[in-house]
Every structure is written in structure tokens, then in C-alpha cells.
């Protein structure tokens, strides 16, 4: 039998020129399908932190939901979902952050957390890590104390993990891929 890790990498699929030219899509529903990667990976991105109190579990729309809301119930924490511009009901906060073309902002909600709650952040994949950076940001606007940031994928080329670092918050990375 393989080891977890290479079980893990071999259960991501990736699609060439997807969602265009020059992308490789790495797809974790098939991982997500496969119940003993599924649980590994749920199991492997907290590991580090697993004996320490985690009030809350940060998931972004919409991979990090299905990944955050295993790992919440897997440590007994909360779950706060950080959603795109527009989808949640109530008093909010946001952040704006640039993309490659324009910008897009994220959001939570205002009463989602308390100051000083011990928080990890979770998503599929990090690439440039703006998307990270951004929720680090909201997190921190409202007096969280993020202990990590933790995805499944990791994409080193586009130096995303390096730059969370930079902002104090300790990074976890099961599998990586060379190039974009
Ligand atoms: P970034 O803000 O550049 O770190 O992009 C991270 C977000 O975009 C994550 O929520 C990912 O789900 C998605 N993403 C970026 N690049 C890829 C890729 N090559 N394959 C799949 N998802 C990606």
C-alpha cells in the first residue's frame, strides 16, 4: 500500500487549460470521493495543532466549507464561513483584495467571532495567496488570533504559503505541485 501522501496526490485530478489556457485545475472532488484520502487529508491539515484549544475553524467558499466543516467536527470547533460579496444575511465585514484582472472582496459576518477566539483557517488550495490573505485580514479585523492557515494544495511557484508566513501565521501543506 502507498503512503498517505501519495495516496492523497494520486487521489487530486488534474485538468490541463482549465478554467483557460496555461492552468492546470487541480480538482479535489475526486479526492473528496475517496473516503480514506478524504479522511486522511481531513486529519492531516489540524495535525499539528490536534491537543490545542481551537475555538473556531475559518473555511473560504467554497471548497474550504466542505474541508472546514469535516475539520471543525473532527476538533470540536466552531465554523465560520468566509463567503464572496453578497451572500450573507446579516451585519457584515469585508475586505477587498486585488486579483489578477480587478479585484473581489470577501466577508463574514460581524458577529462571528469574539476578540482574543483562537482560530485556523482552512481551504483547498493556496496559489498566489491573496485569497488567504485576505481572509487573515477579516479575521484579524475582528480581534481573532489566527494560529494557521491550513489547504490540501499547495502551489510554491506562486509563492502564497511564503507570503502567510510573512504575516506570522504558520502555514500546512499536504501536497504540492510544481508550476501554475
Ligand atoms: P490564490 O488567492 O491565488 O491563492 O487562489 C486561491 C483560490 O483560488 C483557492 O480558493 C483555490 O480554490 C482557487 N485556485 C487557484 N488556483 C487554482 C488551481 N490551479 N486549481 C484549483 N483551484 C485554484
Same mark, same amino acid.
Given at each position: 500500500?502507498?503512503?498517505?501522501?501519495?495516496?492523497? /496526490?494520486?487521489?487530486?485530478?488534474?485538468?490541463?487549460?482549465?478554467?483557460?489556457?496555461?492552468?492546470?485545475?487541480?480538482?479535489?472532488?475526486?479526492?473528496?470521493?475517496?473516503?480514506?484520502?478524504?479522511?486522511?487529508?481531513?486529519?492531516?491539515?489540524?495535525?499539528?495543532?490536534?491537543?490545542?484549544?481551537?475555538?473556531?475553524?475559518?473555511?473560504?467558499?467554497?471548497?474550504?466549507?466542505?474541508?472546514?466543516?469535516?475539520?471543525?467536527?473532527?476538533?470540536?470547533?466552531?465554523?465560520?464561513?468566509?463567503?464572496?460579496?453578497?451572500?450573507?444575511?446579516?451585519?457584515?465585514?469585508?475586505?477587498?483584495?486585488?486579483?489578477?484582472?480587478?479585484?473581489?472582496?470577501?466577508?463574514?459576518?460581524?458577529?462571528?467571532?469574539?476578540?482574543?477566539?483562537?482560530?485556523?483557517?482552512?481551504?483547498?488550495?493556496?496559489?498566489?495567496?491573496?485569497?488567504?490573505?485576505?481572509?487573515?485580514?477579516?479575521? /484579524?479585523?475582528?480581534?481573532?488570533?489566527?494560529?494557521?492557515?491550513?489547504?490540501?494544495?499547495?502551489?510554491?511557484?506562486?509563492?502564497?504559503?511564503?507570503?502567510?508566513?510573512?504575516?506570522?501565521?504558520?502555514?500546512?501543506?499536504?501536497?504540492?505541485?510544481?508550476?501554475?
Amino acid at each position: 500500500m502507498n503512503s498517505p501522501e501519495d495516496h492523497l /496526490r494520486q487521489a487530486i485530478r488534474s485538468i490541463p487549460d482549465y478554467p483557460k489556457p496555461g492552468i492546470i485545475f487541480r480538482d479535489i472532488t475526486t479526492m473528496l470521493g475517496d473516503a480514506r484520502a478524504f479522511r486522511s487529508a481531513v486529519d492531516a491539515l489540524v495535525q499539528p495543532w490536534a491537543g490545542m484549544k481551537i475555538d473556531k475553524i475559518a473555511g473560504i467558499e467554497a471548497r474550504g466549507f466542505i474541508l472546514g466543516g469535516a475539520v471543525a467536527h473532527q476538533v470540536s470547533a466552531g465554523f465560520i464561513p468566509i463567503r464572496k460579496k453578497g451572500k450573507l444575511p446579516h451585519k457584515r465585514v469585508s475586505v477587498t483584495y486585488a486579483l489578477e484582472y480587478g479585484e473581489d472582496e470577501i466577508e463574514m459576518h460581524a458577529d462571528a467571532l469574539v476578540a482574543g477566539e483562537r482560530v485556523v483557517l482552512v481551504d483547498d488550495l493556496i496559489a498566489t495567496g491573496g485569497t488567504a490573505e485576505a481572509a487573515v485580514k477579516l479575521l /484579524r479585523q475582528l480581534g481573532a488570533e489566527v494560529l494557521a492557515a491550513c489547504f490540501v494544495i499547495d502551489l510554491p511557484d506562486l509563492g502564497g504559503a511564503e507570503k502567510l508566513r510573512q504575516l506570522g501565521v504558520p502555514v500546512r501543506t499536504l501536497v504540492s505541485f510544481e508550476g501554475h
